[in-house]
Structure formats: structure tokens, C-alpha cells
């Protein structure tokens, strides 16, 4: 579906919105791209890859190989950007996990045997990790690879209906190889999981090869276009030299090496779920986008009687609905940035040997994978709704970006174990202040935690809601809810639970704990953001949103504030006051903010979403081409209707 | 898609769920269906619906003749017993609003001339409002009927793109007349919106007729089995008796009759969204059955080391997620009941011309419809990621329980309109109050309003977390959010703005005092219920419920009740200890409390929801049978992938 079609007239509504504007909203772009080069760089690779192309549409199989060919040709390997162009298809496993675990898994016999092969698409690979009966609790997997010393060769096998692999992605129809995780068993001892090389298909034939049973799982939410797939390993045979042995080894004659490190998968897992943090920030910086577009355009109701129906952003909830969303998009991008940037830096450390900010990298990207995916999934379906009707066509885009994004709640570490990630970090973190250790980085403000939560700060009577106030009293609610979740722990073990149930029966305050740590930390990282902006203008708009942010989270957990004693009863009036003058603020810039973004036309594929705003001629067109609209009388007339009609 | 198969044996693990009960089950869904004599009505119809049937399918089009023989057959025709068993299909609104409209607005002679042919399905109608630019608000509605004395006809016109009538269920292709709400236009004057019968396409041919422009919107985010259409009208005319005529009447002379009343027609409003209310509580409770069911076998991670790996309702967190949902589908279970047991009451007094009550039934039933969806329809996807990665699969039901149930937020009224004329009813009462005036009904809790929220109650150091004392704390919260939002439309009239203006500053607190409002509502009318239940077990298994209901709405609004000054911030620990004793005490009865809504594996349709609990055999079945498995090598590997490996 294409909505990108031209009109010569841009709607009048969205034109008044784009006059007037008080900041440069290209300097923004630039910002959000992370430099003016950046941009252009983002913008070259977008007119390459998709506008100069008017046959390219994503996730359809036949724009495949023309992106394929294109990302080799102009030699887009960075996956920061090649994040911007991929949606769903049944070779993105291939290129995100199969390829790069060779490269880091792989000998260098074997990126010989297996790399270029896979790199020319002879090998077309998945990552077959989850089982049907076990998911982010990688221990449990029941795959089994059992060394066999007198052909050197491996057995793998899927003893029960529950070890059999589901959901890859690929796996069903496309893929002819797959790196396999299975539980190692050699010399009668198991070493736990490795990863293994498993031809699944003929590369001539591609017919499934002998003790391999594979197929499609079913239909799902969406990704239509994707053959996520089951495996079921009938004692098939691979030689020894088809584990990924580059860190741990089975000799021939089946001894075991141990690697060197099990952290050094850890900095993947890292750099993917700071990337989901980034998409999170970028799907709702679309949804955002078409909404808001929309409700520039889209007329109803009265506000004042007799006048003509407003545009829709001006009611009050329309803005309560869609500005903080915006606000978050915002937060989320600039949180992806901090988290690539930090990473980067780590990594370069590690490589020096200094693994010591790799545990907290690690805690807070659990957390804020759950944080950010989590409500930027329930922000996609406001934006949605707040489209009326119309946001449940799939002509706005916004019911494909929902189905496409949230699978990310659940893969990469599903969201409640992430919280719970991150608050084992925090709650070790609370025991070394509490055993008088001074703690540093993100969790410094735990040292201050037992002079500040147990005696709150004094409520000031004049209450003050500047950002960098509120930046403090984010930290101390996470104090005191990280302290809560402790004491809940204490109190259990107190009772004669034992440690692991009374973990278990804490784990709703840990969540909390986590959540107001991640928000906290989000919240820190877009105000840093705003106070390196120079420019004026735009500096005033940023920091509009990012206060936006805050009150408007204040507004939503005023009881965490009350109960730490920084806020009072009579003082809530007043947040509310400032949400809605914030609102207000933001209103004559929401579609220049927006634009911002710089979402293409054809890439956000909406017609609400239209840059010259003229939504519903689109929507019209659209329409018309549905492909039952090819006929004037539906075949369902004639196989359904008039038979049912005679029988009555 | 079916997975009802059986198997021999049940799932050990669910097995022992059921035993030991607390409470006779058959009991609790009496309770539910309103007597055992109507349980036993349900059962029948089902047992001739569903499952004498091997071949019965919900929203397939073969099924839909059966089923209608059936329904006419055995004369089923209450709406409330239908509603059990329609799921999207092409002529629901035939069934649902053309025919309903029919007996309620036509006069004799019209009845005979459509409603006959329309039972027997050689009129196929559909009910035409919504525009391409215009929804919830009725007036704008752009399309004219203008009469011409000359021909005694109607002309009927889209004057503008804006103007198309956009998404009718059955409009794009299946019907062939329509009724159509239009502005009426005669002796040069417009009378505002009427409807009028329109026949669209030819009864032998089935093509459209002249000056008719229909087709199929597109897709959507599901129902693809139903063709929401689009129709554009021009010029097209139909005989001065097409206009449905029972109250407002156009002469042949064009002189226009107005209705008696135009309340008329605001009973069938209310009607379905007290359906609406009911479902909400119907689907919450099949995603519970699925998610807790799930639950139940799903075994993952460790609580205790070395252990084996506990049900996944053994966790706290996962608890957390679920039980709530089950005591709030109970409660709107209740509250659905309650509203349509109202309806009939008052139907009876209106048809004695006392239409007295009437006004407090609307305005609860707009509220509480969008109370109630929008709970729900967060709940849904809630219980969807409980399941993990398998409640992406369309095997669970669940993602398409949610595109089924997720338009209720807007269609039947927009759920922000709908709470802001709940909030309309609220305000007018509150002035009433302010007035001296003693108010009775639902509201009556105002009558105490200004002696108790600007000095809230006395907080007692022995914080009182009984049933009826959170009933009481609902009703003071209920109380100060409409105090507030009557305080902010003041305080912006003070400033100088005009009413409508301070009415749109004020919706951010009009909609939280319409929320608030309906939880107390909806709390009360769940404790009202609890108090009638006489049986012991099932007495004290839904106390524990509806206690749980208010509980964990307390500890989601705890900002409100710390504000209203009848929690302090030291209390908010007991507050969080009461929900785990809560959760812990549901968790024997979870499996048995969601075997109590009695859903038939046949009806839900889900691998995960299963009740013998076998969910990885039935999983694995049903990918086997997915269409992409017919053949081992799937098409495109011929058609896209050789090729492009050719390329490179």
C-alpha cells in the first residue's frame, strides 16, 4: 500500500501550523540525529534505499532483493543505520543474528566453511534459541547435542514435544541452515548450552533433510510476511566442526574446554536491547507524528457553540492524550542515544580489559528494554484511538506499527524478568550502602537514600516544579521505592521465608523499584540532553517537553510523591495546573515538533500521517484500490449470499 | 481454526488445580447467568449452535447460513442470548441495527414493504452514519436528503469527500439497501437528521444502482471477514416513502411533522452500551480463562534453586497481572447485569410516560461503557503478554479477541465523549447540590459533599481495609474528583473565560471525576452483588474478589486517596500488603474461578485456554496444520529466493 501520492494544495489547517514556527526545526533533526553529517548520511541512505525507487515497499518479499543489493552496493553495514530501513521479513534473522554471531562465535576454519557462503545467500541462516516450552529462562532448554567420540560427530535431538524450537524467525520455509542452542553433553557430563551449525534444508532441493521436521508456526498478531518457524531435531548428526567453537571446545576425543569468560556474549544482548530502547523512541516518534498531523486536520464538535468545529488538537484531552506521548518519544530517543553512546565507550574499555561499568550497562538496559517498550506499546494505541475510527484502518499505519512493535515486550528478555534484572542490581547496590560502601554511577543516589527516605525533605509551602527540581525528586521516589522493596525482602525473611520466597513474595514492590529507576534515569538523561542544546529556540521548546515529561509522569504517579513526603494534598491542584499550561505551551508547536522527526512520506506509509495533511482525497484513493473494491459484485455474492437467500 | 481435539489424558497440573475446591462451581455460574434455569438456556443454545455441530466456525461466511437457520429455528431472538454467539460477520449490522431499526421507526405500511423481505434476507441492509469526516458528533453529519414535491421524492447527496458515509459493517459489499441518516432538507429548510431506507444495489444483479458509489474500505486491523464500506450518493433518488416515518414525518406537500419526544430513539442507545458494559466483562473473562489456564502448566525459571521449575502462577508479579483482571471481569460481569436489569426496570416505567430516571441511566451507561472498555481493553493485552511469546499466536485467541473487541472504545461513542457526558451529568448534579438541592440515585453520595471533602475524613491510626469501608473511600474519592473539576471550570470562568472555554480547560479533571466515578459505581455494584449470594463457598471465594477489585484500585489511585486525606503515606505499605494476602488467598481457587464462566473449548478456540490443559500437543498440532505447511518447500523459494540468490 502507497500513500505517498502527491496533491498540489497542502491543506490550509496544516499549513497555518507550519507558519510561525519560533526554533529552526532542522537544527532539532540534527540534534536528533546526533549531527548535521548524520542527518545528511540518514537522508542519503533513505534516498537511495527507498525514494528513488518507486517499486520499493517494505516487508513484501519482491523489495528483498533489491534491499539486499542495495545494502551491499553502497556498503550500509552499520547497524544503527541499517535499523532505520528493516522491517519484518524472513531474512532479517539472518542478516541481525546469523551473521553477526559467526562473526563472534565462529573459528576461523569455520567463517571460511559458513560466512562467505551465508554472506552470497547460499546459506540463508536463523537463530534457533526458544523452545516451545521455554523461553527467557535459557536453562531450561531441553535440546540436546551429545557427542558421539567414534564419528566425531554431534547428535542433537529434541527429546520431548516441549524441546522442540519455535518462534524463529525464518525458520519455517526459508532458512536451509540454523545455529542451534543445545544443551552440550559429552563424556556423560552436560556443560550447559553452546551453539551449533545445523543444515536443516538441501541446498539444492531445499527439501528438509532426513530426522529434521520443520514448518511454519501459524498465523499470528502480524508479521505476515515472516515464516517464524518449529524444529524438531530427530537424532540428527553434524560433525564436531559445526559447533561454534571459537570460545568453548569439545576435543576429539570429547574433552571439554571451558571459554575463557561467559560475559563476552553478555555485550550483544547489551547493544540490542539499547537499540530496542532507540526503536521505541522512533516508533512512537511516528505514531506521534501521525497523529498529531491527523488531529491538526480532522474537524469535530463544537467547542464554542455556533462557531465551526475545531480541529481536534485543541480539545484539552486530544493534547492529554498525545503531547506527553510526545514528550516520551522524545525522552526515548535521546535515552537510545545515551545507551549506543555509553556502549560504545564500554566496549572500548572492555577491549582494554576493564569490564567494571559493564554490570550497571547491563542492569539498566534490562530495565529500560521493559520501560521504554512497554509504554511506548501502550503509547502506540493511544495514538490510535485517539485517531477515532479511522486509526483502526490499516491505511493509517498505526495498526501495523502495533502489531509490529510489540513482540518486543516479550523477545530479547521478556519484561517483567528485565525489571526483575535490574532490580537485583539495584537491591545489591542498596546492601552495599547499607554496609557503608559509597556507591558511583547511576545508582549514586542510593548513598544519600537512608538520611533522605526515612525523613523526607521538608514540603516546601511554595511548591517548586522546575525541571531540575523535579529531576531530584524522581531520584528520591526512586529511593524510596528501591528502600520499600528491600524492606519488603527484610520483612519476609523475617517472617522465616527463605531468601528465594521472600524475593518471590517482594517481586511487585522490585518491579516498582525498577520502573521509578528507569524513569528516573530517562527523565536525567533528557534533561543532560536539553542542557547541551546551544540554540535558543530550540533549547525553549526541549525544555518544555522534557518538563512535560515529568509533570506529566508526576500526574500520573502522584501517590509515589505523596507518600515520600515531597508533595502534599493540597499541593496536587497544582501539578495539575502546570500539566495543563504545559499543554498549552506545547500546542503551536506540536506539528513543527513532529516534523521534526523528518518521517518521510513514503516510509511512514499513513495517510493520516501525510506531511501536506490532505488525509481524507488519500484515504478515498486508498480505499478504492482495496483489492475487493476489484470487482463491483464480490464473488462472496454468488457463493454465499444467493444460495443462503434461496434456502429461506 | 479448531483446537478442541481431545485428548485422553488431562494435564496433572491443572488436574490438581480442580481438586479441593472451596466452592460449589455450578453455583457461582448461576450467579453469572442470572438462576440455573437460565445457565441451563444458555447450554441448550449452545449445544444447538456450537456443538452439535462439527463443522460450526465463528465469522467464516459458510457458517453464517447455518447459523441464522438455527437462530430462526429454535426462535431465538433475545438480544442478550444472540450476543453470546455473534462474532463479526457480514450481517451483524442486518441483524443488529437494519432490522431493530425497522421495528422501532417504521410505520405499517413499511414494515410490510421491508421488514418481511429483510427477515428473509432478500433485503440485506446495513445502518449508514458514520462519515468519512464526521463520528460521534451526530450534527455534523454532511449528507442532505432534500425534498422535491415535484416527484414526491428524496434526492440524497454527498456534497463533499468528507461527506462519504465510511465504515458501515456489510456496506461494501454484501448489502443492498441502506438506512442512511441524513440532514433533511425541505421548503428550503433543513430539519436536521433523519433516516432513510436507500436501496443500493440491484436485487437480481446485485450491481449498484445509479448515482451509487460503494465499495470496501480496505483493511483493517481485523474483522477482515466483514466488508466496512464506503458510500457516496449522487444525486440519487428514492420515494418520499423511504423516510422511516413513525415519529417525523415529511407531507406530500413537503411539510415537515416533528417526533413527539426526541427521546425516542435514546433508549436503544442506552440498551447497547449496557450490552457493551457486559461484554467487556464476558471477554475479560475468556482472556482470564486462557492466561490463568496458561498459567497453570506453563512451567519457567526457578523460584527455589535447584527445585524444578514452578507453574508460572506461583509468581508473584505473574499473579499480580492476572487476578485483578479476573475480580474486574466479575465486576463488570455484575455491573453488565446490573445495567440491563435497569434498562428493563425503567423501560416499563417509561412505557407509563415516567421517564424520571432515564437521565441517570444514560449518563451511567456512556460512562461505565467507556469505563469498562477501556479497562478491558488494556486487560486484554495484558493476559495476551502474560503467555509470553505464544500469546503473539493466533493459536491463543487472544490477538484476535483483541481486534474484535478493541473498536468498542469508539464506536457505539467515543469513549473520551462518553466520559465527558457522564462528567456533564456530574457537574449538573453537583450544581444542584450547590443549589441546596437534595439529590437520590447513584449521585446521591454528592448530597454530602461539601461537609466531607474540604475537611476529608479523620484518618484513624488503624488503617480499616474492609469491603464496605473501600466502598465508602471510593464514594469520598468520586466525591472530591467532581468537587475539583467543578473548582477548575470556576476558576477559569473567574479568569475571564467564556463557559465553553472553561468547560475544555476542565476536561482533564472532568474525565477523572467521570472515572472515578464509575469505579465507585462499578465497586458498589460488585459488593451490592456479593451481599446477595447466599451459598457460603461461593460467598466467601467472591468476597475475596470484589475486596481484591477495590484493593488494587486503591493501589493504582493511591494519589487520590492520599489526597483525599483518608490514607497517609505511612499507610501505603498496608495498603500493598493487603494485594499480596489477596493474591495469595485467590491463588488456590484462579483455575476453578475461571472454569466458573464456563467457556466451552469450542467457543474459545484456543490451544492455550485449553481445559484438559494439554496446550503443547494442541499447539504443535495446530502449526502443523498452518496453510504455509501444505507443501515442504513453500513457493517462494522458487519465485523469490532462487532468483536472488541467482544474483548475487
Known sequence: MCSAGQYTIMNPDILRERQNATFDIEKLTNILDGGAERTNRRREIREVLVLNDPDFDYGTPTSLPTMILKLREYGISDPVEINWYKRGNPLEIHLAMFLPTLLNQATPEQMDRFFTPSWDLEIIGTYAQTEMGHGTHLRGLETTATFDPATQEFVMHSPTVTSIKWWPGGLGKTSNHAIVLAQLYTQGKCHGLNAFIVPLRSMGTHMPLPGIVIGDIGPKFGFDAVDNGYLKLEHVRIPRENMLMKYAQVKPDGSYVKPLSSKLTY????????LIVGNAGIVLSQCCTIAIRYSAVRHQSEIRAGEAEPQILDYQTQQHKLFPLLATAYAFLFAGQYMIDTYNRISGDINQGDLSE?????????????????????????CRMSCGGHGYSRS??????YVEFTPSCTYEGENTVMMLQTARFLMKSYRQVQAGQQLSGAVSYLNKVHHRVMAPQAVSSQLDLNLNTLVDLYEIRAAMLVELAAQSIQQESARGKCQE??????????????DAHCHYMVLKMFRDKVDQIEDPGVHSVMSTLAHLYAIHG?????????????LTGAQVPSVSKCLKGLLAEVRPSAVLLVDAFDHHDKMLNSVLGRHDGNVYEAMFEWARSSPLNRTEVHESFHKHLKPLQAKL
Chains 1, 2 share one sequence.
Open 396 to 401: 493509517s499505519a498505526l495498526p501495523d506499527i
Open 267 to 274: 555485550g550483544t544482548m547489551v547493544f540490542i536491547r539499547s
Open 358 to 382: 559493564m554490570p550497571e550497562l547491563h542492569a539498566l538496559s534490562a530495565g529500560l528494554k521493559a520501560f521504554t517498550t512497554w509504554t511506548a506499546n501502550t503509547g502506540i494505541e493511544v
Open 554 to 566: 508526576m500526574g500520573n504517579f502522584t501517590g509515589d510523591f505523596l507518600q515520600a513526603g515531597v
Open 501 to 514: 520466597d521472600s524475593w518471590n513474595n517482594s517481586t511487585i514492590d522490585l518491579v516498582r523499584a525498577s
